[in-house]
């Protein structure tokens, strides 16, 4: 398996268990998956078929609720807790 394979098989294995830890709903956990393997917002709304404000709406959500002040520490406080 290449190495993102790898990354996204970990990223799908310790998703659930952040988001309950955060109390993240399910379109929250989709959004950080998406960020977890580098999205940017634009990316992510093209994805999800979504507005990008309302993107960018479940990103401050996720912020807010990990307590996470940007994306890297989110990204960071992910791989570390998980």
């Known amino acids: 398996m290449h190495e ?4 996204e ?4 294995d310790n998703l659930l268990l ?8 399910e ?5 950080l ?9 634009q990316n ?7 507005a ?3 993107v960018k709406v479940h990103v401050h959500n996720i912020l807010q609720k990990t ?3 940007n994306r890297q520490a989110l990204v960071q406080d992910f791989w570390k807790t998980s």
């Open 33 to 41: 998956r998406y960020v977890l393997v580098g999205k940017d917002n």
């Open 27 to 31: 379109r929250e956990c989709e959004v």
């Open 44 to 50: 992510i709304a093209s994805a999800m078929h979504l």
């Open 9 to 12: 098989e970990l990223i799908d």
């Open 52 to 54: 990008l404000s309302t």
């Open 67 to 69: 307590g996470q002040p």
């Open 18 to 25: 952040y988001g309950k830890r955060y109390r993240l709903s």
């Open 4 to 7: 993102g394979g790898r990354q």
